[in-house]
């Protein structure tokens, strides 16, 4: 029984992608209404849309509207969630039935945006980074669900990696006690999202998009539950000064502290005062690195579909 198709709507475009074998690339809706303003956020998306499309994909985004699970949502629905920002909640692994049950909206995280593509049939996921271990979690248990997710549903993100609000080293050993292989993209390193480069070490580094789309095709053939990472820098044009950005981050977890803010509200404030420390330089970089990665995840769900058919 597939009683979960009960609560999704997959658009008729994706559905007729997916049914024809055609690359399909997912996109994540917390990071417009929680990980960037408006009407940036609205444009990026929209963007985004249009980069996949021009690599020869059929791009996915993914939202809860009014308790149904969407894998593919249309421009108003977008510019909705732009719109009403941090007052949509911000939707993960557990408010899922919640919001089915209630029939409310939610912008989907990375955990929640690879449990509906895996639902609709979609294995590649493109985002700007990933939620993470938080620093300090050896007290607060602070860890992304992005994780466990990962170590379960088997979709394919490409992200630029982690921003260093989190504990970058300690996110890269929970993936590797969850067996979630991480593969750095023409780098040996786990970008810092930023910054190209973090000083932590990637399991492997692929070159290729055909080689990426062929260890997670393997993945899945092994049965071998569970995503995978490919870690994509960004572009050296729009990297960002490291001391500065990670002067800003500091800032912005004492700042953090001060408030007394926790739980799942700590990423979205951390995202937003990053932006307002560097007056939207910031902003700039992570669009264009959202961009990059739209790129990329196009590329290896073209692969992916060519080893499939
Ligand atoms: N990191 C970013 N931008 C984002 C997010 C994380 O650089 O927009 C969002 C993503 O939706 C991610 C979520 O899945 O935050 C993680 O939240 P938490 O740390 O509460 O798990
Ligand atoms: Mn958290």
Do not use: W
Request: a neutral charge; glycine letters at 10%.
């Amino acid at each position: 029984m597939n009683a979960y198709k009960k609560y999704l709507d997959v658009s008729p475009e994706v559905s007729e992608a997916l049914k024809a074998g055609k690359p399909v690339v997912a996109l994540e809706s917390t990071i417009i209404s929680h990980g960037m303003p408006y009407p940036k956020n609205v444009e990026t998306a929209l963007q985004v849309e249009k980069i996949v499309r021009e690599n020869g994909a059929v791009p996915a985004t993914i939202a809860v509207i009014g308790g149904r699970l969407k894998a593919g949502i249309g421009c108003d629905e977008i510019d909705y969630l732009g719109k009403t920002g941090l007052a949509v909640t911000k939707a993960s692994r557990r408010d899922l039935c919640i919001l089915a049950a209630q029939k409310k909206d939610g912008a989907a995280t990375v955990a929640a945006t690879m449990i509906i593509a895996a639902m609709a049939g979609i294995k590649v996921f493109a985002t700007g980074g990933i939620g993470g271990v938080h620093r300090g979690a050896e007290t607060t248990m602070d860890i992304s669900a992005d994780l466990e997710e990962l170590a379960k549903t088997n979709v394919l993100v490409v992200c630029a990696g982690a921003k260093s609000i989190l504990d970058l080293g300690l996110t890269l050993e929970y993936l590797e006690t969850r067996g979630v292989p991480v593969v750095g993209y023409k780098t040996e390193e786990l970008p810092a999202f930023y910054t190209r480069s973090s000083g932590f070490k990637t399991d492997c580094r692929m070159d290729s998009p055909k080689e990426i789309a062929a260890a997670f095709y393997a993945k899945l053939a092994m049965g071998l539950q569970g995503g995978m990472v490919a870690a994509n820098p960004i572009p050296e044009e729009f990297a960002m000064d490291k001391e500065y950005i990670d002067k800003s981050i500091q800032a912005a977890l004492e700042k953090m502290k001060t408030l007394g803010i926790t739980g799942k509200r700590t990423t979205p404030f951390l995202l937003d005062e990053i932006q307002k420390i560097t007056g939207g330089k910031s902003l700039e970089s992570n669009i264009r690195l959202v961009y990059n990665n739209a790129r990329l995840a196009s590329e290896i769900a073209c692969e992916l579909s060519a080893l499939e058919n």
